[in-house]
T-cell receptor
Framework: DAGVTQSPTHLIKTRGQQVTLRCSPKSGHDTVSWYQQALGQGPQFIFQYYEEEERQRGNFPDRFSGHQFPNYSSELNVNALLLGDSALYLC?????????????FGPGTRLTVT | AQSVAQPEDQVNVAEGNPLTVKCTYSVSGNPYLFWYVQYPNRGLQFLLKYITGDNLVKGSYGFEAEFNKSQTSFHLKKPSALVSDSALYFCAVRDVAKTGFQKLVFGTGTRLLVSP
């Protein structure tokens, strides 16, 4: 049973560029959440998708947007990249239509903005 | 708002000794608490959770955690540390929106170093 997968593993972008990160949830899961983990900090919640709609959002600017596809996979898009966007981006999936408390995390995508 | 605090940036322990990684919480309502571990260049791995019931929760890799309501704490413990336990440990609390959707609120993490 494949767990949560993310691509790419690493990414280097320049300030002002745009980036798209991808996530496939664990088999049987229908809800995807995205977290940003800056160096030396705990993960911070960005947003959550269920049934192809954003269900809740953390304190992140509109430059951060997402999408969920009918197969439950998800994308995180960041526009107008800033140096401060450099972080590990973690995708987590859960079942239970978003009401399950346990989340399973992928290995993350390391984004470096230069 | 739900929150957790991890007061120690780093914990050092010798192999074979017991270890404790501390976490305190602040919640409205009943707490759902979690511990995750992160190895270098890896995502978060679930260790254990407390929802209700016994105050001592057993998890993966020999870890356990003790829930203490009066002290609002949820400390992670292991009777005998291994060098391979060296990693970054995160305490987290469930936060439920009015819609019923849930997210995790994490602490800042504690680095555990187990020396041979």
């Amino acid at each position: 049973d494949a767990g949560v997968t993310q691509s790419p593993t690493h990414l280097i972008k320049t300030r002002g560029q745009q980036v798209t990160l991808r996530c496939s949830p664990k088999s049987g899961h229908d809800t995807v959440s995205w977290y940003q983990q800056a160096l030396g900090q705990g993960p911070q919640f960005i947003f959550q998708y269920y049934e192809e709609e954003e269900r809740q959002r953390g304190n992140f600017p509109d430059r951060f947007s997402g999408h969920q596809f009918p197969n439950y996979s998800s994308e995180l898009n960041v526009n107008a990249l800033l140096l401060g966007d450099s972080a590990l981006y973690l995708c987590a999936s859960s079942g239970g239509s978003g009401t399950a408390s346990e989340q399973y995390f992928g290995p993350g995508t390391r984004l470096t903005v230069t | 708002a739900q929150s957790v605090a991890q007061p120690e940036d780093q914990v050092n322990v010798a192999e074979g000794n017991p270890l404790t990684v501390k976490c305190t919480y602040s919640v409205s309502g009943n707490p759902y608490l979690f511990w995750y571990v992160q190895y270098p260049n890896r995502g978060l791995q679930f260790l254990l959770k407390y929802i209700t019931g016994d105050n001592l929760v057993k998890g993966s890799y020999g870890f356990e955690a003790e829930f203490n309501k009066s002290q609002t704490s949820f400390h992670l413990k292991k009777p005998s540390a291994l060098v391979s336990d060296s990693a970054l440990y995160f305490c987290a609390v469930r936060d439920v929106a009015k819609t019923g959707f849930q997210k995790l609120v994490f602490g800042t993490g504690t680095r555990l170093l187990v020396s041979p």
